[in-house]
Structure formats: C-alpha cells, structure tokens
T-cell receptor
Framework: RKEVEQDPGPFNVPEGATVAFNCTYS??????FFWYRQDCRKEPKLLMS???SGNEDGRFTAQLNRASQYISLLIRDSKLSDSATYLC????????????FGQGTTLQVKP | DGGITQSPKYLFRKEGQNVTLSCEQN?????MYWYRQDPGQGLRLIYY???????QKGDIAEGYSVSREKKESFPLTVTSAQKNPTAFYLC?????????????FGSGTRLTVV
C-alpha cells in the first residue's frame, strides 16, 4: 500500500463547478497535512495546510478525518486558473521534516 | 527576497558522466531536501540534511551523493551509477521547528541524459 494515495484523475470540470479531491494516508501517527498545487513543469507550491478542525481559504476547503486517515480538498466555483495538479502531502518520520507526497490529482477546468 | 535558487534550470548529461545540481537558500532554514519527480508520479526523496555536515539517505539514494558544508548550500551529484537519471529534480528547505508551514521549493532542475 502506498503511504499517500490519491485518485490521479484527470478531473475535467466546467467553470463554476464544485470539485472534491480525496486522499488516504497509511501512517496513523502522522501529524502534519498539506495540499500543494503544481502547475505543469513547475515546482509545487503550498496551497494550504490541513488542520484537524478543517479549514477554509476562499474557495478552497480542506478537511481531515484522522479516524479514517482521509484528507479532502473541496474547490468551489472553479476557475480556469485552478487547472493544475493537486498533491496531497503528509509528514514522514517525526523529527526528520520529511514529507511524503501523493502522486497528485490533475484538474482541468474548461470554459 | 528570501528563497531557494536551483541551477541550472536545464541540464544535459552524457552517459557515464557525473553532474552536480546546485541548491542555495537564504531563508536561514535548517533542513534541506532533494526530491526527484518522474512524469505522472509523486516526489520521491533522494537525500536530506537537518544540520550542517550531516545528511541521511532517502528512499532512492543509490547513484546520488550530497554534501552540506554550509547551511545555505546542499548540492546534489548525480553519478554515473544512476542508471535512469532523466527526471525533474527539486530542492526544498524548512526551518526545523516549523514543519507546520510546509516546504519552500526551488524552481527545479530538469536533467536529461543524451
């Protein structure tokens, strides 16, 4: 089983749609969770951290379910500029700063 | 502005040749990491360093070497022993006590074997 698993997609949605990405992780001791965005042939950039209580940043909402070891990202009112690959990221061994990356979910927003 | 600088942006390597990828940061971050990304795949950890003069192997260290002589610098050498080096290489850093903020990445080096 991969340490962090995501549905690779692609997700093709029209502008204005709401889209949800899911991610599962294998290490129940993980404490830090993130969503990164990666544009084609660019480096990943932090989109948002994911907190236990869930958190929202504009059109983006992240949720964490520790019991099910499941993380989600909801994008509302999709824009063309949201087209990218979204990486689910979880911390590795404690005190190493290592992060474990999922393979990413590709989103294509169409006009 | 503070950040991580990777160079070169593109690098071409001949068979049997060693090449070194540069990674420099002026963020005063303690820990630095090298990842490799292949098309359609997630990032895989090659090496990491949490303090100067110390580094550890990641999941795919074979065929690579690193050094950490200065806090700001963490160069990666891709040796001739790495049989499939064509990939996108990403350097990242973090201040040790602030993992909650995630990594800062450099813009990457795209290495191609010719």
């Amino acid at each position: 089983r991969k340490e962090v698993e995501q549905d690779p997609g692609p997700f093709n949605v029209p502008e204005g749609a709401t889209v949800a990405f899911n991610c599962t992780y294998s290490n129940s001791a993980s404490q830090s969770f993130f969503w990164y965005r990666q544009d084609c042939r660019k480096e990943p950039k932090l989109l948002m951290s994911v907190y236990s209580s869930g958190n929202e940043d504009g059109r983006f909402t992240a949720q964490l379910n520790r019991a099910s070891q499941y993380i989600s990202l909801l994008i509302r009112d999709s824009k063309l500029s949201d087209s990218a690959t979204y990486l689910c990221v979880v911390n590795g061994e404690s005190n190493t700063g290592k992060l474990i990356f999922g393979q990413g979910t590709t989103l294509q927003v169409k006009p | 502005d503070g950040g991580i600088t990777q160079s070169p942006k593109y690098l071409f390597r001949k068979e049997g040749q060693n090449v070194t990828l540069s990674c420099e940061q002026n963020l005063n971050h303690d820990a630095m990491y090298w990842y490799r990304q292949d098309p359609g795949q997630g990032l895989r950890l090659i090496y990491y360093s949490q303090i100067v003069n110390d580094f550890q192997k990641g999941d795919i260290a074979e065929g690579y070497s690193v050094s950490r002589e200065k806090k700001e610098s963490f160069p990666l050498t891709v040796t001739s022993a790495q049989k499939n080096p064509t990939a996108f290489y990403l350097c990242a850093s973090i201040r040790q006590a602030h993992l909650a903020f995630g990594y800062t990445f450099g813009s990457g080096t795209r290495l191609t074997v010719v």
